[in-house]
């Protein structure tokens, strides 16, 4: 299949949006669903309670609360191993789904031929925000960067919903580790890219 090289919107054509960015942020858009799916069900398996044919505590809530009530499932963790990935895995998606979420809820600004700025929570008429104003700046390399650290969060969550089930074992959790302190690397360095946009690898 031939990608075009230009989408067909005026408006993503504008923003700077090419067909391969796109397509980038497609990726990240279905490796957050099912990392935030994943979360959830890791959730049930840590909290050991029956869900079937009840409301969880999960339902309806946002990643962010997911991540935090993974965070505190983790610090009573007793599986040797599992705590500390855990506690790994909330710290780097917190990060990456600040960017995620600055992509998907924000409205873009065309910056130059390499940067669109997705912005969110932008006080638009002088409004007050509940959360404060946040942006992602989006080249084919941070896309890519962030695509890689969702792969790096699902593959974790993963093994950590696996490992929730009592007759699982966690096993060797060195790689998976490695793997998501690169994707807290990547989150810290991409939430924060305002500072940096002038840094030659960009």
Known sequence: MTIQSKPRNTLLRSAGLTAKK???????????????????RAIWELDGQPVKGLRPRTDAKPIAELINMLGELGQSSTKPGLGA???QWAKSAKLCFSCRNSIMHG????MDQEFTVFARNLPTAGVVRKRDPSDFYASQHTLDLLEEAFEYLLNGIHLIWLAGQASVPLGD??????????????????????????????
């Open 85 to 87: 990935l855990i506690e």
């Open 22 to 40: 796109l397509c980038s942020i497609g990726a990240v858009a279905i490796l957050a669903s099912h990392t935030e799916h994943y979360a959830e």
């Open 173 to 202: 959790a060195e790689e998976p580790l490695a793997h998501l302190r690169r994707a807290w690397s990547i989150g810290a360095e991409l939430d924060n890219l305002a500072a940096a946009v002038t840094h030659e690898k960009y």
């Open 107 to 110: 409205t873009t600004a065309y």
